[in-house]
């Protein structure tokens, strides 16, 4: 049990109050996929991929090469993520977001999201499903 403490509007919980921590559920603890150039690939039903790791500089198709479970909450390649006119912020979405288009990931990055279909252009990544 550590000592961990969340806090939030001035309330206090401790790790005992949270219940346990399993430090892989967030990332990846329903299994991976390598994926390479090619058809798309999906997760399990109910479930998405969490983290995306470029094995080798990867590209994702710029028609459905990223579906983002949700499209103004998380990068994407259908659509542009937390693109709001400026001032127009919300608590839950933001401005200046851009739709991901031509761009090629270095080898060795590893991107946060939730997806639902990964689609290469070229290069090669490992997917984690959570």
């Not at 969340?6 to 996929?33: F, R």
């Not at 919300?90 to 060795?108: I, N, R």
Request: hydrophobic residues 35%.
């Amino acid at each position: 049990m550590s000592d961990l403490k969340i806090t939030h509007a001035g309330t206090v919980q401790t790790q005992a109050q949270q219940g346990p921590i399993n430090p892989a559920a967030p990332l990846g603890q329903a299994g991976s996929a390598y994926i390479a150039t090619g058809d798309p690939v999906n997760p399990p039903l109910n479930q998405v991929f969490v983290a995306i790791t470029m094995v080798t500089d990867t590209q994702f198709d710029n028609s459905g090469g990223l579906i983002a479970e949700d499209a103004e909450k998380y990068m994407n390649t259908e659509d542009a993520a937390h693109d709001l006119g400026n001032g127009n912020e919300t608590s839950v979405e933001g401005t200046g977001g851009q739709e991901l288009t031509d761009v090629v990931f270095p080898a060795g990055m590893t991107i946060y999201g939730r997806w639902t279909e990964i689609e290469l252009t070229s290069g090669s990544c490992i997917a984690y499903i959570g």
